[in-house]
Every structure is written in structure tokens, then in C-alpha cells.
């Protein structure tokens, strides 16, 4: 099956976070198979205690958000799951997110 067709595990995390350490394609293959277990609230408190996908995640989008379109969308979807829970609007706020966003939007409105 091709990866975007695969059933994904929250199990599997560890190794979706690994391809974030790659070339942008690959990059964007793990975002997308960790946003499809962000769909689903009931993953949210496992993927949000997982503090290596979080740092992993925010430096992905700091660094690579101009580089591809794909892969920021799949970013701020992915924060943009948690942010529907006000419990986890902490987390977000430690890993500034909404500064990062806002950078993204302002960059875009130029």
C-alpha cells in the first residue's frame, strides 16, 4: 500500500516522527501520518505527552515552512487539532505555536 493509504497506529508514532528527519518529501509523508492520528481525539493525549513529536514538529515548521506548502498545511492541521481542547492550549503556547502561525500568515499577506 502506498503511505498515505495506510492504516496508521499511534503505536507506530516513533517511527512517523523519524522521517521528519529527512529530505521535504519524506518530511511531508510524516507529517501527514501523524496528522491522520491527529484526526482522531482520542490519539491527542498520547501525541501531546510525546514531547520528542511535539519539538520535533515545531522545528519542522519553523524551519521548512517556506519550503513546501504540503508540509506546513500539515503542520498547522496538526496543532490546529489540538488547539480544539482548551487543555492542551498550554503545550501550544510552550512550543509557540501561535507565533509561529501568525509569522507564516504575515509572510503570506506580503
Not at 481525539?41 to 511535539?54: F, G, Q, R
Not at 480544539?84 to 492550549?89: I, L, Q
Not at 503556547?93 to 503570506?108: A, V
Amino acid at each position: 500500500k502506498q503511505w498515505y493509504q495506510r492504516r496508521v497506529r499511534v503505536n507506530e508514532l516513533e517511527s512517523y516522527v523519524d522521517l521528519l528527519y529527512d529530505d521535504m518529501k519524506t518530511k511531508t509523508k510524516g507529517t501527514s501520518l501523524i496528522l491522520q492520528l491527529a484526526r482522531n481525539p482520542d490519539n491527542l493525549a498520547e501525541l501531546i505527552e510525546n514531547e520528542m513529536v511535539l519539538g520535533a514538529l515545531s522545528r519542522v515548521l519553523r524551519e521548512d515552512w517556506k519550503k513546501s506548502i504540503d508540509l506546513c498545511t500539515n503542520i498547522v492541521y496538526i496543532f490546529f487539532c489540538f488547539s480544539s481542547f482548551s487543555e492542551f492550549h498550554s503545550i501550544l503556547l510552550q512550543y509557540k505555536i501561535g507565533s509561529s502561525c501568525l509569522q507564516i500568515i504575515e509572510n503570506e499577506l506580503k
